[in-house]
């Protein structure tokens, strides 16, 4: 069962198993000292519907949802930059502009992108809700007013602050040396320099055209062949956990080895032959992991080094998360042109895929 579903079997159990809250509207209040940027998700008539965005000025709020609903809960989701939010691995749709979705599956599919949000409890809290209020609307029958509940939550429970003090870089080495897989350049965007991007042994090295690379190798850089492997040599200044930065001296490329042709045979898309939602796409020393159509995780590939769990019999495939650094290993049982075996170690487990693309 796909993970959307049992979502839902989840929440439909816990709404069953709950009384009624009332009729009840949502008013988000923005008790943080930024402008946020929130979208909501709800059930009604027993759909599921995300809605969004509104930009809620620092210290104000705003009626999100007015129309009467038995719901017990709401989700949210905020998207600020310079605030971590805090979700619970609800997923819902959502669009990069305004919108209103029906459904939470097959987001991808559907040309919207899927995240993850927070539950909100209009009865959480063991004492009544101080900021939870009446409001009078027309009863639909009797049109006379009725009482209408609105619940008012607050974003500070969902939001940090990232702070901007950001330690200055730390020079790990200046005469720094790696092999490292290249991955590509991007052209220049607002406020940033062009950059090139190398992977390797679980790290990812950005070269930056800021001067402090000459121009020379900057433009040997731009020749270089994506998938391949090349010597660096450099001054490394380490970024995050597993991302670096390289000021280069010198490129050299490495001779081709079973390890590059395996490389080079595992780019493209390939589906579990178990769980069809279940996919990756491999591109350079990337491996792209996806569910239900939806990116879940991105990985740092490397074909370079044995397992120690499985001595030097190969060849194995190491991934690295590229947030956590966690590595898996994999040995490589068998890769055609339409299948992917692979071993999952130190289980044993076996993984098969059928590339489609």
Known sequence: ????????????????????????????????????????????????????????????????????????????????????FTDDRLGFCVADTDFEIKGEDGCARRGF???????????????????????PAADPDTGSDAARRTFTHHLSAHLTPIKSDVPARHVVQSGFSTKAVFQGCDAETTAYAS???????????????????????????????RGRRYTLEGLREDLFDTTSELVLRAIRPEPEDRSDQLLASLQGLWRSTIDPNDSFRVSGAER??????????????????????????????????????????????RLTDTELALIYLPRGTELVYRREG
């Not at 759909?47 to 509104?54: E, L, N, R, V």
């Not at 995240?115 to 209009?122: G, P, Q």
């Not at 044995?306 to 898996?328: I, R």
């Open 1 to 84: 069962m796909s993970f959307p579903a049992v979502r839902r079997l989840c929440l439909l159990a816990a709404t069953l198993a709950l009384p009624s809250a009332g009729q009840a509207a949502l008013d988000l209040c923005n008790d943080t000292t930024a402008a946020q940027r929130v979208a909501i998700g709800f059930q009604e008539a027993g759909d599921w519907t995300s809605k969004g965005w509104w930009d809620l000025p620092a210290g104000s709020c705003t009626e999100v949802l007015s129309s009467a609903s038995t719901s017990r809960f709401y989700y949210l989701r905020v998207e600020t930059e310079g605030w971590a």
């Open 113 to 135: 992108r899927q995240e993850n949000f927070a539950r909100i409890d209009t009865r959480g809290a063991a004492a009544p809700d101080p900021t939870a209020q009446t409001r």
């Open 195 to 225: 950059f090139c991007t190398f992977i390797g042994a679980g790290r990812r090295y950005l070269v930056y055209d800021d001067g402090r690379t000459s121009a020379a190798l900057w433009q040997e850089i731009q020749q270089a062949i």
């Open 288 to 333: 792209i992991n996806a569910y239900a159509g939806a990116e879940t995780s991105v990985e740092y590939l490397s074909l370079h080094k044995p397992c120690a769990e499985a001595g030097d019999v190969g060849p194995f495939l190491f991934t690295w998360d590229n947030n956590s650094g966690t590595s898996l290993c994999y040995a490589i049982a």
